[in-house]
Nanobody, 122 residues
Framework: QVQLVESGGGSVQAGGSLRLSCATS????????MGWFRQVPGKERDRVAT???????TYAGSVKGRFTISRDSAKNTLYLQMMTLKPEDTAMYYC????????????????WGQGTQVTVSS
């Protein structure tokens, strides 16, 4: 059974930092693309960042330069380092795994985590 479990969310003031983690289990295909998405109530789930097995990354324009996605294949863990947080970064953050970048970009990964809440106050 595949599981993705996020952690590291919380409440911070604007300008602060958080590091999200996503522990994966149940599969060992390191070729999977991994990604972070976020969603606020009443809106669609938006892609934040993606990373391939070779380390190739993509970022949404709104987070580029502030967020860094990384993965530790030995630990089967995905990370999202978030710096200079803004109130508009407030959302539920989800990690996802997919066999291709296209699947992530379409918001159709094979697996989703349960989410971790990030709240940024001004």
């Amino acid at each position: 059974q595949v599981q993705l479990v996020e952690s590291g969310g919380g409440s911070v003031q604007a300008g602060g930092s958080l590091r999200l983690s996503c522990a994966t289990s149940g599969y060992t295909d390191s070729r999977y693309w991994m990604g972070w998405f976020r969603q606020v109530p009443g809106k669609e789930r938006d892609r934040v960042a993606t990373i391939a097995s070779d380390g190739t990354t993509t970022y949404a324009g709104s987070v580029k330069g502030r967020f860094t996605i990384s993965r530790d294949s030995a630990k089967n863990t995905l990370y999202l380092q978030m710096m200079t947080l803004k109130p508009e970064d407030t959302a539920m953050y989800y990690c996802a795994a997919a066999p291709s970048l296209a699947s992530l970009w379409l918001g159709r990964p094979d697996y989703w985590g349960q989410g971790t809440q990030v709240t940024v106050s001004s």
